[in-house]
């Protein structure tokens, strides 16, 4: 069984930095891909960023947050990072933390469908 718990989330001013990390236990860790969603009030979840399993950790970002988010993963301590700057209002959101045993590329690691895992979700509330 595949477990994911993100961290990290907040309460933060316009234009400022949140980190929010991701968990995993139960699986080969280095085996996924992994990716973030958000889901605001009233709206579908949609993608954020998203790293492959490859050696080069592969990534793709949607366009609302290119330059301003970065996605990693440390495979040594299972986990999966996204430092995000630049925090803008619209970025208000729960956050969720997607994994899937299988090696996807851009477009398709964008889609949620694709992913068989997914953690609870942690609130980022950015002020204006």
């Known amino acids: 069984q595949v477990h994911l718990v993100e961290s990290g989330g907040g309460l933060v001013q316009a234009g400022g930095s949140l980190r929010l990390s991701c968990a995993l236990s139960?699986?080969?860790?280095?085996?996924?891909?992994m990716a973030w969603f958000r889901q605001a009030p009233g709206k579908e979840r949609e993608f954020v960023a998203a790293?492959?399993?490859?050696?080069?950790?592969?990534?793709s970002y949607a366009d609302s947050v290119k330059g301003r988010f970065t996605i990693s993963r440390d495979n040594a301590k299972t986990a999966m990072y996204l430092q995000m700057n630049s925090l803008k209002p619209e970025d208000t959101a729960v956050y969720y933390c997607?994994?899937?045993?299988?090696?996807?590329?851009?477009?398709?690691?964008?889609?949620?469908?694709?992913?068989?895992?997914w953690g609870q979700g942690t609130q980022v509330t950015v002020s204006s």
């Open positions: 139960g699986r080969t860790f280095s085996r996924f891909t």
């Open positions: 997607a994994a899937d045993s299988r090696l996807w590329t851009a477009p398709v690691m964008g889609v949620p469908g694709k992913y068989d895992y």
């Open positions: 790293i492959n399993n490859w050696s080069s950790g592969t990534t």
